[in-house]
């Protein structure tokens, strides 16, 4: 079975149906089967968005984009400062 990449926005939708549909009387399991993902996935996404609006899940994933590509820049950098020690030792 192929897996879907959901949206961080979708997710919070789908998380809000399962809301709803709990309390509209409906088990959590039936609710969870009825937006279409396992248990385990339904869970993952509630500790990971539980509280949050879409535009804070959206303003999260950006500043998650945004640090890995820092910590990248940072690597790089570091791996030229110590090519360059490296080779000013050579010098003395």
């Known amino acids: 079975m192929g897996t879907k990449k959901h949206k961080p926005e979708e997710v919070v939708t789908k998380l ?12 959590v399991a039936d609710a969870i089967r009825a937006i279409g993902v396992t248990e385990v996935t339904y869970y993952r996404w509630r500790k990971e968005f539980g509280g949050l609006k879409s535009d804070q899940v959206r303003r999260m994933k950006d500043l ?29």
Do not use: P, Y
Request: a neutral charge; charged letters at 30%.
């Open 16 to 27: 809000r149906q399962v809301d709803v549909l709990v309390s509209q009387g409906q088990s």
């Open 64 to 92: 998650e984009t945004e640090n890995q590509r820092l910590r990248k820049a940072i690597a790089d950098l570091t791996l030229d400062k110590l090519i360059l020690q490296e080779a000013a030792r050579g010098n003395f």
